[in-house]
């Protein structure tokens, strides 16, 4: 079960509070050691009360410091310091500042704070292994997300782990899975492709974390404004559908009789390339681009004309469509920039981009593009649900004045309308993902028949 939302800035679980380890949550590693440390003075910030600190202590070390300094030596040319007010004041104010400096660095020295945690989700990521190597040496952790658990509760484990070194969900992920899951899809191996939460697996799962997490929805503490998702048919000709169809049916047909024997991968597979069918365009097995239809790209080059020159964020799926849109938008006159350095995001909020294009892969974590604009285009779509709301979230948010507006571009009839009802369900996004899959395999067989 997924949770997760796009209206949640920090942690969202729908319909639940006082959930994951996100913003302003904090945790010692491990229990003993957060018992010890500052039990007088819990530290609990965001990434910008760090900044903050981080900027006070610069100034008290630099400049405040001549200042003082400064004070003390104009104060000693006042004469007998035993008697000397002047230089009392100057000494407590040296003290009162070294204090200060001290106390700052204790809390930013011991402090990690990690910005989108879900990004450590996998327990068998690299990145994930790395930090968890060093977490002796962290006194206090703050991890920042809107979506904790975008594939379902087994993404809790990793990012429980990195505060409490386990203590709450288990030492190892294979004892957390056992004790709150059971096989849900099997081969015809025997192997396990999937599990599925125990009953009342999500209730024993929050009341364990729920003392070191803490969840907001952003209505609660911010005014943004109101965000439309509209869907934009797209309606293939004779010639594409048919295209569109033989291909479809190729591809399926090449596959295993028995559905059981479908793996994951080769699903994941199939589902890529009806994607980039409906898209307009595919990869052969030498990656070489052949161009199957052009009904997406005129619904595209449909839609931002009837902007009227309102800036768009264009999200692409396939290096192929990133190429397709460029040279169809080549005699647009419209200013087109692909989103790549700070200067294109610096461009973008100066409002100088008419059309801003880029991949929600590279995109999708900490920009801020709320200045440049109002509307998001997919003209090819994801089922990674954690992408598409962060992405969307770089127009939603905080400082954005007017209405965001989500534009979909969906081809009737193909992929890309089951990818959308995934992302409306929010939830069990993957084993849609294979259902649905399937629903259209046996579909296809039959009409064979």
């Not at 899975?177 to 015809?188: A, L």
């Not at 024997?261 to 080769?266: D, E, H, K, T």
């Not at 990869?283 to 449909?302: P, S, W």
Request: hydrophobic content about 35%.
């Amino acid at each position: 079960m997924t949770f997760s939302n796009p209206h949640t800035i920090i942690l969202l679980y729908d319909n639940i509070a006082s959930l994951c380890a996100g913003a302003a949550a904090s945790a010692a590693l491990p229990k003993d050691r957060r018992d010890t440390v500052h039990m007088e003075r819990e530290y609990k910030m965001s990434a910008a009360r760090a900044q903050e600190l981080q900027e006070e202590l610069n100034y008290l070390k630099t400049t405040r410091s001549d200042e003082v300094a400064e004070q003390i030596k104009v104060a000693r040319g006042f004469g007998d310091l035993s008697e000397n007010s002047e230089y009392d004041e100057a000494k407590n104010e040296q003290g009162k500042l070294y204090s200060r400096i001290a106390e700052l660095e204790e809390i930013l020295q011991h402090v990690v704070i990690v910005d989108e945690s879900s990004s450590f989700k996998s327990h068998k990521a690299k990145r994930f292994k790395a930090l968890a190597s060093v977490g002796g040496l962290i006194s206090r952790m703050v991890e920042l997300t809107g979506t904790p658990s975008p594939n379902g509760l087994e993404d809790l484990w990793a990012q429980m782990y990195l505060l409490d070194g386990g203590e709450r969900l288990g030492k190892r992920y294979t004892q957390f899975r056992e004790r709150y899951f059971q096989p849900d899809r099997r081969g015809s191996d025997g192997m396990v492709y999937s599990y599925e939460a125990k009953p009342g697996t999500q209730e024993s799962i929050l009341q364990k974390i729920s003392d070191i997490c803490i969840s907001m929805k952003a209505e609660d503490y911010l005014q943004l404004p109101d965000v439309t998702y509209h869907q934009v048919p797209v309606t293939l000709d004779a010639k594409a559908e048919k295209a569109y169809r033989e291909m479809e049916r190729k591809m399926v047909l090449d596959l295993p009789e028995d559905e059981e024997q479908i793996s994951v991968a080769s699903a994941a597979a199939l589902s890529n390339k009806l994607l980039q069918l409906a898209n307009g365009a595919l990869y052969d097995e030498d990656h070489n681009v052949h161009e199957i239809h052009g009904c997406k790209l005129e619904a595209f080059l449909e839609l931002i004309e009837s902007l009227q020159g309102k800036p768009a964020l264009v999200f692409y799926n396939f290096q192929h469509d990133r190429q397709r849109i460029l040279r169809a938008l080549e005699k647009s006159g419209l200013r087109i920039r692909e989103l790549k350095t700070t200067e294109d995001e610096d461009a973008w909020n100066r409002r100088e981009v008419d059309v801003l294009l880029t991949h929600p892969a590279s995109s999708a974590y900490g920009l801020n593009l709320q200045q440049g604009g109002n509307h998001v285009v997919w003209f090819g779509l994801t089922w990674n649900y954690e992408l598409y709301t962060q992405a969307n979230k770089r127009l939603h948010r905080q400082g954005q004045q007017e209405k965001v507006i989500i534009h979909h571009l969906v081809c009737a009839g193909t992929r890309d309308e089951d990818v959308m009802k995934a992302l409306e369900r929010k939830e069990d996004v993957q084993e849609w993902v294979m259902q649905s899959l399937k629903a259209r395999i046996k579909r296809i067989k039959e009409e064979t028949r």
